[in-house]
């Protein structure tokens, strides 16, 4: 929750108190292209989005705009518990 939901909000549709301040703006992860992905490749969605090609969890957008999370070591437990919450909040919306 501290580390997504300030972007993506819990609903993980990017309803965040911050998700209007990121260029690109915060994408819906409950749609059904991202929602096939998800099913399709699931290690693979969240390792990707979580480890960028540079490491950098916060958009340049959101620092621009003062926005600091502390850094964070992702365990392997971390992506699957981040998998099966995804998981389960697009299950709900259905």
């Not at 300030?6 to 749609?31: E, F, M, Q, W, Y």
């Not at 926005?67 to 971390?78: A, E, G, H, Q």
């Amino acid at each position: 929750m501290q580390r997504c939901a300030v972007c993506h909000g819990a609903d993980i549709r990017g309803t965040g108190p911050l998700a209007g301040k990121s260029n690109p703006p915060t994408p819906d992860l409950t749609t059904a292209a991202f929602r096939k992905r998800l099913n399709d490749y699931p290690g693979v969605i969240v390792s990707s989005v979580i480890l960028r090609p540079n490491g950098d969890l916060i958009p340049k957008t959101l620092k621009d705009n003062g926005v600091k999370i502390p850094p964070f070591t992702w365990r392997v437990k971390d992506f699957r518990d981040l998998n099966e919450y995804m998981a389960a909040v697009i299950a709900k919306k259905r």
